[in-house]
């Protein structure tokens, strides 16, 4: 279940939400955007800190609470 990304901010590695820039899409993790993507969480962790990287194609960022 996704029950442990409840947690608060400061609990361990807070769950971070990643947009794919060129859809707009949105998700709760970046393992959640990896699952939809059929990718890889690190490719797209390493994409949201460095804006010239691409995975699949596409560009990511991180979303702010």
Do not use: V
């Not at 442990?4 to 590695?13: E, M, Q, S």
């Not at 807070?14 to 959640?32: L, N, R």
């Not at 993507?37 to 990511?60: E, M, Q, V």
């Amino acid at each position: 279940g996704l029950a442990h990304g409840h947690k608060g901010p400061n609990a361990g590695t807070p769950s971070q939400k990643i947009e794919i820039i060129e859809t707009g899409e949105k998700f709760a993790s970046q393992a959640e955007c990896a699952r939809a993507l059929k990718g890889s969480i690190a490719r797209i962790s390493l994409c949201a800190r460095d804006p010239n990287k691409t995975h699949k194609g596409y560009h990511f960022r991180r979303i702010e609470d």
